[in-house]
């Protein structure tokens, strides 16, 4: 049985039009059933505990990117065996990890059911599927960051903000599946000077002021993180002040577009 959700407050939300779309093909392919919606986070988990876990055995996702990531990091709530699918509404970079071109073959793969099995990474109580990256506000007290990897190396580290990939799928970094690298978020001014490239000078730093400076990087396979300052993700989730991230890690099966490698 197939459990269709999608994300009340999305940014890119299911009106009623797309509703009746995606209602018509995925009849069409003989797998419909109810779209049901979440409000929040806590809502989610909530419905995700209260499946019946003998009956469902495929979730699908209609939304966004940001929407597949807030799933994805509830599947603790979830066994192995489920399989998790993905109805893009807007182009981005989970549908094309998926290789779904549109909506349309995205409901296709559904109903073939191409799976592709893969590891998610814990980050706190969450996972991740691809990346995820971390900010960490500025501490009144100016104490660093602190990051140890595999309980062996630390690094101190000033304000900054955390990414994290996962790259367990390169069979050549199997041991160490968890990539690491870290962004100053400091921009040093330079002195106003009052000439005639004034002007100038001020739109080239307003155009290169978004460039990275990057403090660290390494691979691993768990990091801890220990901060003064309140940590948030990048769809604006909280986390405790120390966090590990890939302490633990589950199999994820993921319906595909991609065709079957031959053998």
Not at 32 to 41: D, H, K
Not at 140 to 152: C, E, F
Not at 192 to 209: E, F, P, Q
Request: charged fraction near 25%; glycine fraction near 6%; charge should be positive.
């Amino acid at each position: 049985m197939y459990k269709y959700l999608f994300n009340n407050s999305s940014t890119t939300p299911l009106d009623e039009t797309w509703k009746s779309k995606i209602t018509e093909a995925l009849e069409k392919h003989h797998i419909g059933s109810v779209l049901e919606s979440w409000s929040s986070e806590e809502d989610l988990g909530s419905q995700l505990k209260s499946i019946n876990k003998s009956t469902t055995n495929t979730m699908v996702v209609i939304g966004n990117d940001q929407d597949f990531a807030i799933l994805v990091g509830m599947l603790g709530e979830l066994n192995d065996n489920v399989a998790i699918g993905f109805v893009p509404l807007s182009d981005g970079s989970v549908s094309h990890r998926l290789a779904h071109k549109s909506w349309g073959s995205a409901i296709e793969a559904l109903a073939q059911r191409r799976i592709h099995e893969t590891k998610i990474f814990s980050v706190g109580k969450r996972y991740f599927l691809d990346n995820i990256n971390l900010h960490i506000g500025a501490s009144d007290n100016q104490l660093p960051i602190i990051i140890t990897a595999d309980s062996k190396l630390s690094l101190r580290l000033p304000d900054c903000k955390l990414r994290f990939e996962n790259i367990s799928d390169d069979q050549f970094l199997s041991k160490m599946p968890v990539f690491f690298s870290a962004e100053s978020t400091h921009q040093h001014d330079e002195p106003t000077r009052l000439d005639l490239l004034g002007g100038l000078r001020k739109k080239l730093k307003t155009a290169t002021s978004a460039q990275k400076n990057p403090v660290a990087s390494l691979h691993g396979k768990t990091f801890h993180i220990e901060s003064a300052s309140e940590i948030t993700d990048n769809l604006g989730r909280s986390y405790k002040h120390s966090l590990w991230v890939g302490k633990t890690s589950k199999s994820i099966r993921l319906i595909t577009s991609k065709q079957a490698r031959p053998s």
